[in-house]
């Protein structure tokens, strides 16, 4: 056996299972989305502590935030900087090798009092925990180093992470207030939705400016392309096994 077939057909085998995995999730997640029981927001105080729940309706905030970067007002809005940075590895034959890394060396994420809103009524949710599904409103690639762009606390932390020979690139993402939500995530004490508590059986919690189906149609299009390069990787694994036989 040809040992550096041997070692490719593992690495291809070792990301096929990284990937089954990723499946499995996208899989779980469909079911626990078809298993949850779709209510009226305004019958979500009368189910007790521990249930899940799906809702959707608009979303509402008491009092706007601004987001960071973009300065729109939003209900939830969360801040990102990402750093490239190039760096030289020396390989098995002391040659030197040129390598990038990405970073994130800065996040601000904020959320208002927020509640969903339908026509049976309405309830109070607590972001906290909760995988956010939001709108883009900034992706700045090669932005200028932030040191000194900043003000205050943030300005510190910038110029503090300001490196020569490196790249930036500003995100942000956002949910303005009175658009639609869907919301899955689980009954809290005082009739709010939230995260689900520890030991729940419940795992997911989700706010996401999609809608039920929309999300459905894009976890099974995951689902779909997670599959293909999973066999396709398996497949490749197989090939490189026979042909490193083949080759001793």
């Known amino acids: 056996m040809n040992v550096l ?14 990937l089954l995995y990723w499946r499995f999730r996208v899989k779980r997640e469909l079911g626990v989305m078809a298993a949850t029981q779709h209510i009226g927001c305004g019958a979500v105080a009368a189910q007790p502590p521990g249930a899940a ?24 809005f969360i801040a990102e900087i ?6 030289y590895e020396r390989d098995s034959q ?7 890394r990405t970073t994130t060396v800065y996040t601000n994420m904020k959320y208002g009092q927020c509640l969903i809103e339908d026509e049976s009524g ?28 900043g003000a205050g606390a943030l300005g510190g932390i910038l110029s503090a992470i300001t490196s020569a020979g490196s790249t930036y690139t500003r995100k942000e993402s956002i949910l303005p207030a009175d658009i639609p939500v869907f919301l899955l995530g689980e009954v809290q004490q005082g009739g709010l939705i939230g995260k689900p508590a520890k030991g ?15 999300r459905v149609k894009d976890l099974n ?28």
């Open 5 to 18: 077939f041997a070692v490719f057909a593992g690495i291809a085998a070792l990301v096929a299972l990284g």
């Open 53 to 76: 729940v799906s809702v959707h309706g608009t979303l509402r905030v008491r009092s706007p935030l601004i987001a960071e970067f973009s300065q729109k007002p939003c209900a939830y």
């Open 82 to 87: 990402d750093r490239e940075e190039v760096y």
């Open 94 to 100: 002391g040659r030197e090798e040129r390598r990038t």
């Open 122 to 149: 309405k309830v109070g949710i607590d972001f906290e925990g909760a995988k956010v599904e939001a709108i883009q409103s900034v992706h700045q690639p090669n932005a200028a180093p932030p040191g000194g762009q």
């Open 200 to 214: 729940s059986a419940n795992k997911l919690f989700v706010i996401s400016h999609k809608s039920e189906e929309q």
């Open 221 to 248: 299009r995951t689902a779909l392309w997670l599959m293909i390069f999973i066999v396709l990787l398996f497949a490749v694994a197989a090939a490189l096994l026979v042909w490193g036989a083949a080759a001793k």
